[in-house]
């Protein structure tokens, strides 16, 4: 079992802090924040105090598969795929191939050793006995054999053996280890001492012959750890935070543990259990999207980092060692739904372009446990307080209260004060639609609106011809009942107007998605005690009472035999792809119509948006990121965010995705016909209203419909409720 983390190891003697003149100056960086001094918030991640601007080379573009294998001075030693098998391979620090030839085992992973060694584990299956034959080979830097080890048989798993992991530690003693469950320790003649339980994501070889291992606990806890081959038993073992963790490395220069995680590398201080970062994965390397899966310090203290299939060596640029003389300026963005490794990724990414910003992301949904209203009690505090992050994802929270307020800053000045956003690169008419009392609290990156796919071949069936320019939803209330049959008079429909949508969703597309309708925002008043709610609530319970919504198969429970069972369904513009795939699915002949009353009324709602704290200090810069994402082409090809969070307002990115969503040349994939894209162009051109954001009044409205609904409270009893209660949030 683990032991306390207030044990002591040798490890922590005073040489872990004596200083190596390179390590020295990769350690040193003082960072001096221009962040709101108010500002409270934490996200949990420490402070990349330590990390320096680097030189770079990139030492081939082979794929490897194996770790980094430090031989002296000079020399490199991996494992190589390639298409006609894998090679053993000996090169210089600057890639330069001394050596190579083909592997003539079935080698899975190496090792070296401080006396110039090289070991490459091999396993082959032995189909006679049912196992696998487990061999280890030696050989000098000359690539010639100079011994073997056989480790034995091991069990088949479905087929093949599962440890393939090899170090080889100071005791000379072979370490097998397998990532989901244990760890093998042999002797140099083969003879197995240990085996270990642990989920092992890396492991090397430290100080006094423990294994330094990286791993899990129960599945779900990250921890660092000092283990006794021998005896199995854990000298200490710490908890670290974060993620993305994929290798560990005792440096015994410094003899400091250094570790690789989703945001770079860092130096690990058991002492006080901390972090202090030398190497940040975009910023450092000055590759987008770069991840660090090995790495190995060279005996002058160069390193080396594997990147998928390339290896790069990375030293301090010279006279960049240390920039305590630079301010640089620390931002915080703050989020709760939205995918948090698209955003680290994208902030990463403005930090090449502006060496001076270092932003952070505050996960709120990972802080607060997915409970959304913490998140907005919480934020509410912080905003009132003048603190809050520097930046909000806002088109998941209220942005039209907050702006109201005075707790987000205006960016109209910003956007009327930029040549660059102009009808020409952005649909500037959406970015407007945004607009509260002519302030805009929220950039859109990315915009959603409602429509109807409809079945032509139903429609044409019954000789209905819709002019969706000019209807309401007591005409589609008739439409729906003439389309809703029982053919074979059986007292059972074979065709419905639409399939299963839930009784409050439908409401909130009567009431126009946000009941604005029924609010006055400014003047802090409701009317949903009018007879025209009243009017609406008992319509929408008719499309239920006439059985004109199939009473259980959702659209997405659709099958090919359900085509022409519906004609009508509603759909979320967010993604071309999408929407082609369900307009396929939905109908042979599908056409897309406005949801009745809409035209001239056209409606978006908030996709990816983004608002300034009007506490924060820096809002220049903040704009500088706004601006740079609106323009960030990356993030359009970004799977979370292209797929669900709607369409952009930048038109280069819009037209792009539109282009291959309509790209008719690839078999096998729905794509979007003219008439489908027309409609989306001309629906975007007729916007000029937006849909108030937040969702406090749409909850406060479900919570209390549904017992209209089912029948245990009238109509007019429920609207007094939704009134009481709209009318007291407005006043809060």
Not at 487 to 494: A, L, P, Q, R, W
Not at 565 to 590: C, G, I, R, V, W
Not at 683 to 692: A, L, P
Not at 717 to 728: F, G, Y
Request: proline fraction near 3%; hydrophobic fraction near 35%; charge should be negative.
């Amino acid at each position: 079992m683990p032991m306390s983390s207030k044990r002591f190891h040798p490890l922590h003697s005073r040489a872990l802090r004596m200083p190596v003149i390179f390590l020295l100056v990769l350690s040193i960086l003082f960072f001096t924040s221009c962040q709101n001094p108010n500002d409270a918030s934490d996200d949990g991640k420490d402070d990349l105090n330590a990390i320096k601007t680097y030189e770079k080379k990139e030492l081939g573009g082979i794929v490897y598969n194996s770790k980094i294998g430090m031989l002296g001075e000079n020399r490199i030693f991996r494992l190589q795929e390639k298409q006609d098998g894998k090679f053993m391979c000996l090169t210089d620090s600057e890639g330069n191939v001394i050596k190579e030839e083909k592997c003539p085992y079935n080698y899975y992973s190496s090792d070296t050793d401080n006396e110039g060694r090289i070991y490459i584990y091999s396993e082959t299956i032995n189909e006679e006995r049912k196992c696998t034959e487990m061999m280890v080979y030696v050989y000098d830097q000359d690539l010639s054999k100079v011994g073997e080890i056989d480790l034995g048989y091991g069990t088949l798993t479905n087929g093949t053996f599962i440890l393939k992991n090899l170090n080889i530690d100071p005791n000379k003693w072979i370490i097998l280890s397998e990532p989901s469950s244990e760890i093998k320790v042999f002797d140099f003649n083969g003879k197995l001492i240990n085996t270990i339980e642990y989920h092992v994501i890396d492991l090397d070889a430290g100080e006094g012959g423990k294994l330094l291992t990286l791993g899990t606990r129960e599945g779900i806890r990250h921890v660092v750890s000092f283990i006794d081959p021998a005896t199995g038993i854990t000298e200490w073992e710490y908890d670290l935070d974060g993620s993305g963790y994929s290798a560990v490395v005792y440096n015994w220069l410094d003899k400091s543990i250094y570790i690789a995680d989703g945001s770079g590398i860092f130096r690990y201080l058991p002492d006080d259990n901390t972090k202090e970062y030398i190497f940040d994965n975009i910023r450092s390397s000055g590759i987008g999207g770069f991840t660090v899966d090995n790495f190995a310090f060279s005996p002058e203290g160069v390193l080396f980092v594997a990147n998928g299939p390339k290896l790069y060596r990375f030293w301090v640029a010279e006279g960049k060692g240390a920039e305590t003389e630079t301010d640089v300026c620390e931002l915080t963005l703050g989020k709760f739904y939205s995918n948090s490794e698209v955003w680290e990724t994208t902030a990463k990414e403005f930090e090449l372009i502006d060496p001076d910003v270092r932003i952070k992301l505050i996960d709120y949904k990972e802080k607060y446990g997915n409970n959304y209203e913490k998140y907005i009690t919480t934020l509410n505090t912080e905003l009132m307080s003048g603190m809050g992050p520097d930046m909000l994802l806002s088109g998941e929270a209220p942005f039209y209260k907050y702006g109201e307020k005075g707790f987000l800053a205006d960016l109209s000045d910003y956007l009327k004060n930029d040549p660059d956003f102009s009808d020409a690169f952005f649909y500037m008419n959406v970015i407007e639609s945004l607009k509260y009392n002519d302030r805009l609290y929220a950039m859109p990156l990315t915009f959603k609106f409602n429509a109807f796919i409809a079945s032509g071949t139903n429609l044409r069936a019954e000789g209905i011809s819709i002019d969706d320019t000019q209807w309401d939803w007591t005409y589609f209330y008739d439409i729906c009942k003439k389309v809703t049959k029982d053919e074979n008079g059986d007292g059972i429909f074979e065709k419905y107007a639409m399939p299963k949508i839930w009784e409050n969703k439908l409401l909130d597309l009567l009431c126009g998605g946000d009941y604005s309708a029924f609010v006055d925002i400014e003047g802090k008043k409701a009317r949903f005690d009018s007879e025209e709610f009243r009017d609406i609530l008992e319509l929408c319970r008719a499309f239920y009472r006439e059985q004109l919504i199939h009473p259980s198969k959702f659209d997405s429970d659709m099958a090919s035999s359900d085509r022409d069972m519906f004609t009508f369904t509603t759909t979320y513009m967010n993604s071309f792809s999408e929407l082609a795939y369900q307009m396929s699915k939905f109908s042979e002949d599908s056409v897309l119509m406005r949801l009745p009353g809409e035209y001239g009324q056209a409606r978006v709602s908030a996709g990816t948006s983004i608002s300034i704290n009007s506490s924060c200090k820096s809002k220049d810069t903040c704009w500088d990121f706004i601006k740079f994402l609106a323009n960030y082409e990356r993030l359009g090809q970004a799977a979370m965010v292209a797929e669900q969070s709607g369409f952009f307002t930048n038109k280069a990115i819009f037209n792009d995705r539109l282009d291959n969503a309509s790209d008719g040349t690839i078999a096998g994939r729905p794509v979007l016909d003219r008439k489908s894209t027309d409609f989306i162009v001309n629906y975007i051109s007729d916007i000029r209203n937006s849909v108030y954001p937040g969702y406090e009044i749409n909850i406060i409205v479900f919570s209390e419909v549904g017992a209209f609904f089912d029948g245990t409270a009238s109509a007019d009893a429920v609207a007094k409720r939704i009134q009481n209660r709209v009318e007291l949030y407005l006043n809060e």
